[in-house]
């Protein structure tokens, strides 16, 4: 099991980007350093109407596939 924790702040006219159809993907910059590419709709849950801002915990199995993504706070 790969774990990498993240700090996100998204705005809300970048979720209805989203929405849109016109952002497909959100990179973040992982704790220690490592740039991940998520696909945007797994931060689908996460979304409110002021966008996402958290700290996150995401979940990779040993190929690296995806196994879950959680708000922590």
């Known amino acids: 099991?790969?774990?990498y924790h993240f700090s996100m702040s998204l705005s809300a006219a970048k979720c209805k980007?989203?929405?849109a159809g016109k952002i497909n993907a959100v990179v973040v910059t992982a704790d220690n350093g490592e740039?991940?590419?998520?696909?945007?709709a797994r931060f689908r849950?996460?979304?409110t109407t002021?966008?996402?801002r958290g700290r996150f915990r995401l979940r990779l199995?040993?190929?690296h596939r995806f196994v879950d993504l959680d708000?922590?706070?």
């Not at 740039?35 to 945007?40: K, N, V």
Request: hydrophobic share 50%; proline share 8%; glycine share 4%.
């Open 17 to 19: 980007l989203f929405y």
């Open 61 to 63: 199995d040993d190929q």
């Open 71 to 73: 708000k922590i706070y």
């Open 1 to 3: 099991m790969v774990i």
């Open 35 to 40: 740039t991940i590419q998520l696909p945007a």
């Open 50 to 52: 002021t966008g996402v």
């Open 45 to 47: 849950p996460f979304m």
